[in-house]
C-alpha cells in the first residue's frame, strides 16, 4: 500500500515526497496564503499536478482532495509559478565544475568527434491557446500558436537553462542572437575557455556554436561531419522529449497550454 502510494504520488507530481518538502520549505515564505480563500501553502504546491498532468481540478481535486474551483485554482497557479521559477534559477547554472567540464568534453567527443564541446542546444515550440493581444506574433511556421522556448542541455539530460522569452513567430537564430546563454560563451571565450554548444542548421555557426554543414553530397566530408554532429546533438531533443513526456502541461490536455503564457528567463 506504502509503495503504490509512492508511486501514484510521483505518477502526479513528478517529484518525490522528500522533494515535495523540499520545495514546500523554500517557497513557502514567498507565498502569500493569508487570504479570504484559506488556500495553504501545501494545497497551493499540490498544483504541481497541473506541470505532471496537464489537467486541472480533475487531479488536484479528485485525487487528492483539494476541492477548488476553477478561478481560484488558476489564481492559485498563477501565484505558484513565480517563486518556483526564482527557486528554479538556482538549480538551473551553465557554469560547470571541472570535472563536469571534462567529463561532458569526454562524452560528445567520443559521440560526435568534436573537441570542446560540453552542452547542446535546441528549441522547442510550445502549443498555446490563441493569445487576446497581437496573435499573429504568436503563430509559428506550422501554423499555430505557440511559444518557442530555447533549451540548453549537457551530457546527462540535465538542463543547465531555458529561454521561453519568445513567441512562436521568432526564429532560433534571432532568439539565440539576443540571449544570456550566447553572452555566456562568448564571455567564456574572450577569457580564454573554449567550451562549445552544438546546434542545429537553425542556429548560425559562431567560435562557441558548432553547426552542420548546409547542402552537403552523400559520402563527403562535410556529410560525414554531419553525421557524427548529429550523433552528439541529438541528446538535447531527447532532453526535450523527456521534459514534454514528465511535464504534460507542456503537451497540454487537449494539446495545447490553456493558460496565460509566462515570459521568462530560467
Same mark, same amino acid.
Given at each position: 500500500?506504502?509503495?503504490?502510494?509512492?508511486?501514484?504520488?510521483?505518477? /502526479?507530481? &513528478?517529484?518525490?515526497?522528500?522533494?515535495?518538502?523540499?520545495?514546500?520549505?523554500?517557497?513557502?515564505?514567498?507565498?502569500?496564503?493569508?487570504?479570504?480563500?484559506?488556500?495553504?501553502?501545501?494545497?497551493?504546491?499540490?498544483?504541481?499536478?497541473?506541470?505532471?498532468?496537464?489537467?486541472?481540478?480533475?487531479?488536484?481535486?479528485?485525487?487528492?482532495?483539494?476541492?477548488? *474551483?476553477?478561478?481560484?485554482?488558476? %489564481?492559485?497557479?498563477?501565484?505558484?509559478?513565480?517563486?518556483?521559477?526564482?527557486?528554479?534559477?538556482?538549480? $538551473?547554472?551553465?557554469?560547470?565544475?571541472?570535472?563536469?567540464?571534462?567529463?561532458?568534453?569526454?562524452?560528445?567527443?567520443?559521440? +560526435?568527434?568534436?573537441?570542446?564541446?560540453?552542452?547542446?542546444?535546441?528549441?522547442?515550440?510550445? $502549443?498555446?491557446?490563441?493569445?487576446?493581444?497581437?496573435?499573429?506574433?504568436? %503563430?509559428?511556421?506550422?501554423?499555430?500558436?505557440?511559444?518557442? *522556448?530555447?533549451?540548453? /542541455?549537457?551530457?546527462?539530460?540535465?538542463?543547465?537553462?531555458?529561454?521561453?522569452?519568445?513567441?512562436?513567430?521568432?526564429?532560433?537564430?534571432?532568439?539565440?542572437?539576443?540571449?544570456?546563454?550566447?553572452?555566456?560563451?562568448?564571455?567564456?571565450?574572450?577569457?580564454?575557455?573554449?567550451?562549445?554548444?552544438?546546434?542545429?542548421?537553425?542556429?548560425?555557426?559562431?567560435?562557441?556554436?558548432?553547426?552542420?554543414?548546409?547542402?552537403?553530397?552523400?559520402?563527403?566530408?562535410?556529410?560525414?561531419?554531419?553525421?557524427?554532429?548529429?550523433?552528439? &546533438?541529438?541528446?538535447?531533443?531527447?532532453?526535450?522529449?523527456?521534459?514534454? +513526456?514528465?511535464?504534460? /502541461?507542456?503537451?497540454?490536455?487537449?494539446? $495545447?497550454?490553456?493558460?496565460?503564457?509566462?515570459?521568462?528567463?530560467?
Amino acid at each position: 500500500l506504502i509503495s503504490s502510494f509512492i508511486c501514484r504520488f510521483l505518477q /502526479c507530481f &513528478r517529484v518525490t515526497k522528500p522533494i515535495f518538502s523540499f520545495i514546500l520549505e523554500k517557497i513557502e515564505p514567498h507565498l502569500e496564503c493569508i487570504k479570504s480563500n484559506g488556500v495553504s501553502a501545501k494545497i497551493k504546491l499540490a498544483c504541481l499536478i497541473f506541470f505532471g498532468e496537464g489537467r486541472y481540478q480533475h487531479g488536484t481535486g479528485q485525487d487528492f482532495h483539494v476541492a477548488m *474551483a476553477q478561478k481560484t485554482f488558476s %489564481n492559485t497557479l498563477r501565484d505558484l509559478i513565480p517563486p518556483l521559477i526564482t527557486l528554479l534559477g538556482d538549480w $538551473r547554472q551553465l557554469n560547470m565544475t571541472e570535472s563536469e567540464r571534462m567529463e561532458a568534453k569526454q562524452y560528445f567527443f567520443e559521440r +560526435s568527434g568534436i573537441s570542446d564541446v560540453v552542452m547542446c542546444v535546441d528549441g522547442t515550440h510550445i $502549443r498555446i491557446v490563441k493569445p487576446k493581444y497581437r496573435p499573429l506574433r504568436y %503563430n509559428n511556421r506550422k501554423n499555430y500558436y505557440s511559444l518557442n *522556448a530555447m533549451i540548453v /542541455c549537457d551530457h546527462k539530460y540535465r538542463i543547465r537553462a531555458a529561454d521561453a522569452r519568445f513567441s512562436g513567430s521568432h526564429h532560433d537564430a534571432y532568439i539565440w542572437s539576443i540571449s544570456p546563454i550566447r553572452k555566456h560563451f562568448r564571455d567564456l571565450h574572450s577569457s580564454g575557455i573554449t567550451d562549445k554548444l552544438l546546434g542545429d542548421a537553425g542556429y548560425p555557426s559562431e567560435p562557441w556554436l558548432i553547426t552542420p554543414n548546409r547542402n552537403t553530397d552523400s559520402g563527403t566530408q562535410e556529410s560525414i561531419f554531419n553525421t557524427f554532429h548529429a550523433r552528439g &546533438r541529438n541528446i538535447v531533443e531527447r532532453t526535450i522529449g523527456i521534459l514534454k +513526456s514528465k511535464f504534460r /502541461c507542456l503537451l497540454g490536455a487537449d494539446g $495545447r497550454l490553456n493558460y496565460s503564457h509566462y515570459t521568462t528567463y530560467v
